[in-house]
Structure formats: structure tokens, C-alpha cells
């Protein structure tokens, strides 16, 4: 037995239906596009818009002008595209604008080299637009990028708002501005004093930074100062604590806070100083005989810018009662002092 299977007749209707004109045409021009980016519309430009100088009866090409009327856009932006490719000729990518004519067309570079020569904001010719644009180059980005932030300052604000890595950046651009700009610096300076937070802020790592500084010197140095004042050298058991403790500071990260460690050695290293000192009889003595010359010395500068000239303006019997007490207990140090004075040998009482 024979099985007959009725296969679907096929028409015309069935297969692909025919490429559109159209359709090809935008895929053409979108390749054009994707392969030389703005260069495509910077060739009908430099092929249309006849150049500076160059009467209107010498061409078929017209002006920015003209060219942007015809374009519905600005002739400004005309413009933009018509130096872009003045640039590129003058470096020898393209041909210059009188070896062009209306509707002729030219090998062009890659999209990628476009926004070498293209400058998008009329803001890049100003100073002010300059600098930026030299400052974007020395950082190894395109100019149009910072261009770009420097115009939309409250994208900016947004970003920084948001985005901690974007606020890192920022911060450290602010610090390397301000090392060459005194007004930057003496307004961020307000600002700081200002808001208490960021008083409090400065105030806690001002310190923080004393204390790592503090411990940093008895491991550099070999030196450490005592609580009176003195300056003696460092045992080797507390400068290797000192070493101990900055390595633990170093080893930090960037963002982490330090002011826990450095309180932490930096009690640890007065401790042991006061230990070191006590430790030692001779130390301990030349302790002593500092702080008292210390204060001594300050008690004695504060008397002396006493002043009694006018003294009959401003006298009250409770001065004069102060002072005599002060005076008597000043008899006692003296007397205490004398009383301390060692014996004379007795060849000298002789």
C-alpha cells in the first residue's frame, strides 16, 4: 500500500518579503555612523559650509549660517563640527575644506578619534573652560567629560550626595586645590569652624594625630619627654613598644579610625615613662627639682604683670589680705627650702 502525504503548496507570498529601499538606506547610514561616529556629519558640514574669507559667488557651498538654517539647529553647533574637522585637517586626517565640494565624499577616521578634535559646549573656548579642559587632559580623561560636570553642578552634588567613592574623590580634589588657591582654603576653614560636627571632628583627629606623633617620636627619635618636661632617652624596651604600637597604626586602612589606637598607645607610652622615671632614683629627683622650677616660674610670671600703677582704682581690702597670705606661704616655702638645705661639712662649720 502505497501512504500519499499532501504537501502544502508554496507561493510567492510565503518567502522573504523584498528589502526596503528605505530600510537598506538607514542600515547604510547607521553603519556609516557606528564606523566614523561624528565624522559623518562633520564631512557634510566641511563639504557644505563654505570656509572664512571665501566669497558666496566663488562656491556652491553657503554659510554656518545658511548651512544651520537648512539643518534647524543652531549655527553654533554647525560651527562645533566645522572645527572639529578643521582641527583633524590641519593634523593631516582629513582633507581640507577646498579640496571639498557639495555631495563629495572622503575616507573618514574612526568614531574613535572624534571626540579628539570635537569639543560639544561652546564653555571649552572660554578661560575658564581651558583650564578645565588642561587639568582633564593631565588626569588622562577626555576634556568633554569634565566639561561636562563643571556645567551640571547639581549632578554633582547629587553624585557626592550618593555615592561615597564619588565624595572620596571630591575630598581629595578639594585638598590638592587648596594647597595653590588661599581663598578655597580660608573658606573651607570657615566652614569647618562654623559647624560644630566638623569642629568636633578636627578637634578629635588634631589630637589623635599629637598622640601618634608623640609615640612616633619615641620610636624615631630614641627621645621622650617626661611628665615635667624633661628630655631623656628612651630605654629600649619603650621605644620597641613605641614600634609596636605604630605598626599597628600603619597597618590601618585608609578610611579606618585611628584614635582608638592612638589612645591607646599613647597611654601606654605615658605610663611607661612615669614607670621609667620612677624606676630610676637620680631621674626621679631631676623630675621632681623640674616641676618644682616649673611652676615656680609661672607662679613668678603671673606676679610679675601684676601692675600697680592706678592701684587706687580698683583696690579692695581682700587684695591686700590675699596677698599677705600669699606672702606667708611663700616664708613657709622659703623656710621648707632652708630647712632641706644639707648640713655644712664640718671643716666649713670650722
Partial sequence: MTLAIDLPETSAEDGPAPLSDLVARDAREFGVYARTGGWAFALMVAR?????????????????????????????????????????????????????????????????????????????????????????????????????????????????LADPSTARAARTALLDRIKEDPELQSALARDVVRTDDLKKAVASESRSADRIGYVRQIAESGQVKTPAGQTIDAPVELRREAERHLSLIDELDEGEDAGEWASEAYDTMKHLVVETVEADPELRVQERRTKFYSSLQRATKVFEELTFDDAQEFYEDDMVQQLEELQQAIGSCIASLRGARRPAAPAEQA
Fill in 48 to 160: 557644505s559650509v563654505r570656509p572664512g574669507g571665501q566669497r558666496a559667488d566663488e562656491t556652491p557651498k553657503v554659510s554656518a549660517k545658511e548651512f544651520a538654517e537648512l539643518a534647524d539647529c543652531s549655527a553654533e553647533r554647525v560651527m562645533r563640527y566645522y572645527k572639529a574637522w578643521d582641527r583633524a585637517a590641519d593634523d593631516g586626517l582629513v582633507p581640507h575644506f577646498e579640496e571639498l565640494a557639495p555631495g563629495q565624499e572622503a575616507e573618514l577616521p574612526d568614531a574613535d578619534v572624534w571626540l579628539t578634535y570635537y569639543v560639544s559646549r561652546n564653555s571649552a573656548t572660554s578661560e575658564r573652560g581651558a583650564a578645565i579642559s588642561e587639568a582633564a587632559e593631565a588626569e588622562g580623561i577626555r576634556p568633554t567629560k569634565a566639561l561636562e560636570v563643571a556645567e551640571n553642578p547639581t549632578a554633582l552634588r547629587a553624585a557626592i
